[in-house]
């Protein structure tokens, strides 16, 4: 689970990361206009640093403060917040960990009663004194490496946080954590997990991609007067309610209402493609989970063209959702979209070729359409991809790449972007949090369930809540994004800590749309008074 939060509280819904190339530009902008960033970005720090020492070691007068410091502007931020927190009464010892240290910074420490330290790096004795200053230090500052960051840490620098990585104390990371890159989140050599981040500017995308979130800890963006300098964020990061199991406002904005007067087709008729003799239960969970989450009616289609009479999964998914209609292929009614692919074992399946060759409605294409969907690509007959909602894991994200033969990359977020630009479809990534990533260029993260979520089925019930949504007239970007929450809200409810199983989520899920959308007044539409019955302003999140 992560502890990311962020503060001050920001109003919107998503928080926005840039990148590290962006931020300094904008950095350079306004300093430019004549503002002390730097003295501003310390004060900040310094603030947070106090905060912490009085909630964890009782108050900020006589405790211990190391501050570990770089070569750049990163280790002067952390020497001039150590100038403050040693003015405050704090002791406070900085070690240089490279040859050479912000000059202002080592200045103001000293003038402030500070104590500075430069262990030599091949000094065996140094390095063992400067890692029992750190382990008992009631806070620890790391201004190794901010976004000039190239790659793992090196020198002494990387030789004590290796040492002291481990430690139980309070960490503050000064713009990011040291090690982890500002751009991808990638952590290499050893990294020490902050207990809090301060950002300056701007938060940096990689503090908001899975692979660096687990080590920031609770984020603070720290207002430095960048807006008008800052391009497009690089991504965004969808909070929650204000714990994980509560549903942030993006579902409670976004989430598609009934207009009093909604008929099933007004509120979206869903066909499920799924299941078949040796996966029934995928069948199942998709079809419940659409139901949870206020589709208007489903249409379950059996495999291999069967009438209902026969097919041996329709009784279970009719004893699940007792509403809905069990429609051979052939005879199937109006739909407004489609879950294709959850526990379907032929790549011939019939109900695939159709949803992905004939069909326009939009699509969840799931787990045994996935790589039907890439061939196709490849073929060049799929039909109207921007329909399209791919939601693979990892591994299926590898094998479609292979098949539409991509270019092996060490990010799976890097490969979804290529599969996104060369199918044209929607690409929710699965992992211990997903990404959205959309054609328009639109890249959103959605903080994942718990771990016990990684269980068979999960999927499944992840395809009927986007399916739900894409049959209630929601862009394919925007119903990722809002069935990633609610799954991953609902997971949290289901798990309380515990282990889970699948249809456990999938009972959760009304609870949480419910939960998200019960400001509102039921029957009266939508509060924007916009499209009659479900809304959509085209927006691609
Ligand atoms: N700009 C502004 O207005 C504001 C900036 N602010 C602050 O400045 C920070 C950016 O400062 P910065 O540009 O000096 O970069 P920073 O990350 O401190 O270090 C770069 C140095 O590290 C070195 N180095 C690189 N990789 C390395 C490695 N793996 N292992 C070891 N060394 C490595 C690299 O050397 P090089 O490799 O280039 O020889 C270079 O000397 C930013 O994060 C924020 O905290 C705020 O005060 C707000 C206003
Ligand atoms: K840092």
Same mark, same amino acid.
């Given at each position: 689970?992560?502890?990311?939060?962020?503060?001050?509280?920001?109003?919107?819904?998503?928080?926005?990361?840039?990148?590290?190339?962006?931020?300094?530009?904008?950095?350079?902008?306004?300093?430019?206009? =004549?503002? @002390?960033?730097?003295?501003?970005?310390?004060?900040?720090l310094?603030?947070?640093c106090?905060?912490?020492?009085?909630?964890?070691?009782?108050?900020?007068?006589?405790?211990?403060v190391v501050l570990l410091v770089g070569?750049?502007?990163n280790g =002067?931020d952390a020497?001039?917040a150590?100038?403050?927190?040693?003015?405050?009464?704090?002791?406070?010892?900085?070690l240089?960990l490279?040859?050479?240290?912000?000059?202002?910074?080592?200045?103001?420490?000293?003038?402030?009663?500070?104590?500075?330290?430069?262990?030599?790096?091949?000094?065996?004795? @140094?390095?063992?004194?400067?890692?029992?200053?750190v382990?008992?230090a009631?806070l620890v500052v790391d201004g190794v490496l901010g976004?000039?960051a190239?790659?793992?840490v090196?020198?002494?620098a990387? @030789?004590l946080l290796?040492?002291v990585a481990?430690r139980?104390?309070a960490v503050v990371a000064c713009d990011l954590p040291s090690g982890l890159?500002?751009?991808? =989140?990638? +952590?290499?050599?050893p990294v020490l997990p902050a207990d809090v981040t301060v950002?300056?500017?701007?938060?940096?995308?990689?503090?908001?991609?899975?692979?660096?979130?687990?080590v920031v800890g609770?984020?603070? #963006?720290?207002?430095?007067?960048?807006?008008?300098?800052?391009?497009?964020?690089?991504?965004?990061?969808?909070?929650?309610?204000?714990?994980?199991?509560?549903? $942030?406002?993006?579902?409670?904005?976004?989430?598609?209402?009934?207009?009093?007067?909604?008929?099933?087709?007004?509120?979206?008729?869903?066909?499920?493609?799924?299941?078949?003799?040796?996966?029934?239960?995928?069948?199942?969970?998709?079809?419940?989970?659409?139901?949870?989450?206020?589709?208007?009616?489903?249409?379950?289609?059996?495999? @291999?063209?069967?009438?209902?009479?026969?097919?041996?999964? $329709?009784?279970? #998914?009719?004893?699940?959702?007792?509403?809905?209609?069990?429609?051979?292929?052939?005879?199937?009614?109006?739909?407004?979209?489609?879950?294709?692919?959850?526990?379907?074992?032929?790549?011939?399946?019939?109900?695939?070729?159709?949803?992905?060759?004939?069909?326009?409605?939009?699509?969840?294409?799931?787990?045994?359409?996935?790589?039907?969907?890439?061939?196709?690509?490849?073929?060049?007959?799929?039909?109207?991809?921007?329909?399209?909602?791919?939601?693979?894991?990892?591994?299926?994200?590898?094998?479609?790449?292979?098949?539409? !033969?991509?270019?092996?990359?060490?990010?799976?977020?890097?490969?979804?972007?290529?599969?996104?630009?060369?199918?044209?479809?929607?690409?929710?990534?699965?992992?211990?949090?997903?990404?959205?990533?959309?054609?328009?260029?639109?890249?959103?993260?959605?903080? !994942?369930?718990?771990?016990?979520?990684?269980?068979? !089925?999960? $999927?499944?019930?992840?395809?009927?809540?986007?399916?739900?949504?894409?049959?209630? !007239?929601?862009?394919?970007?925007?119903?990722?994004?809002?069935?990633?929450?609610?799954?991953? #809200?609902?997971?949290?409810?289901?798990?309380?800590?515990?282990?889970?199983?699948?249809?456990?989520?999938?009972?959760?899920?009304?609870?949480?749309?419910?939960?998200?959308?019960?400001?509102? #007044?039921?029957?009266?539409? +939508?509060?924007? =008074?916009?499209?009659?019955?479900?809304?959509?302003?085209?927006?691609?999140?």
């Amino acid at each position: 689970m992560s502890t990311l939060t962020w503060t001050p509280d920001a109003p919107g819904e998503l928080l926005p990361g840039w990148r590290a190339a962006d931020v300094a530009a904008a950095d350079a902008a306004r300093l430019a206009t =004549g503002v @002390d960033l730097m003295a501003v970005a310390a004060h900040a720090l310094a603030g947070r640093c106090a905060a912490l020492l009085r909630e964890r070691a009782g108050g900020v007068s006589g405790r211990a403060v190391v501050l570990l410091v770089g070569p750049g502007n990163n280790g =002067g931020d952390a020497l001039l917040a150590g100038a403050s927190l040693r003015r405050r009464g704090a002791g406070v010892t900085a070690l240089l960990l490279a040859d050479r240290a912000h000059e202002g910074g080592v200045a103001g420490l000293r003038a402030a009663g500070g104590r500075v330290i430069r262990p030599h790096p091949d000094d065996e004795a @140094d390095l063992h004194h400067a890692a029992d200053l750190v382990r008992d230090a009631d806070l620890v500052v790391d201004g190794v490496l901010g976004i000039g960051a190239r790659g793992a840490v090196r020198g002494a620098a990387h @030789d004590l946080l290796e040492r002291v990585a481990l430690r139980g104390g309070a960490v503050v990371a000064c713009d990011l954590p040291s090690g982890l890159d500002p751009d991808t =989140g990638a +952590l290499s050599g050893p990294v020490l997990p902050a207990d809090v981040t301060v950002t300056f500017g701007a938060a940096k995308a990689g503090l908001l991609l899975p692979r660096g979130r687990h080590v920031v800890g609770e984020l603070v #963006v720290v207002d430095l007067g960048l807006e008008e300098h800052l391009p497009d964020p690089a991504l965004h990061l969808v909070r929650d309610g204000g714990a994980p199991d509560l549903p $942030g406002p993006h579902v409670a904005v976004r989430w598609p209402r009934p207009w009093r007067d909604a008929d099933k087709y007004a509120r979206g008729v869903l066909g499920v493609a799924a299941g078949d003799d040796r996966y029934p239960g995928a069948a199942v969970l998709a079809c419940s989970a659409a139901a949870a989450s206020g589709v208007g009616m489903v249409r379950y289609v059996p495999a @291999d063209g069967r009438a209902a009479a026969v097919d041996p999964v $329709g009784p279970l #998914v009719l004893r699940a959702v007792p509403e809905l209609l069990v429609q051979p292929l052939a005879d199937v009614g109006r739909v407004q979209a489609w879950v294709v692919g959850p526990g379907v074992s032929e790549p011939d399946d019939p109900r695939v070729r159709h949803v992905l060759e004939e069909a326009d409605e939009p699509a969840v294409v799931d787990a045994g359409a996935l790589q039907a969907a890439a061939r196709l690509t490849r073929e060049g007959t799929l039909r109207r991809p921007d329909r399209l909602l791919l939601t693979p894991h990892r591994g299926e994200l590898e094998r479609v790449a292979g098949v539409l !033969g991509l270019e092996r990359r060490e990010d799976a977020v890097d490969t979804a972007r290529d599969v996104v630009a060369r199918t044209g479809a929607v690409v929710l990534l699965k992992g211990a949090d997903t990404v959205v990533l959309t054609p328009e260029g639109r890249t959103t993260v959605v903080p !994942g369930g718990p771990p016990w979520l990684a269980t068979a !089925g999960a $999927g499944d019930v992840l395809a009927g809540v986007a399916g739900a949504l894409l049959a209630a !007239g929601t862009a394919p970007g925007r119903a990722a994004t809002l069935a990633a929450h609610v799954h991953a #809200v609902a997971a949290h409810r289901a798990s309380r800590g515990g282990p889970l199983h699948a249809a456990l989520v999938a009972d959760e899920v009304r609870g949480v749309v419910a939960d998200a959308l019960g400001a509102r #007044v039921p029957g009266e539409g +939508l509060a924007s =008074g916009g499209a009659p019955v479900l809304w959509d302003d085209g927006a691609r999140d």
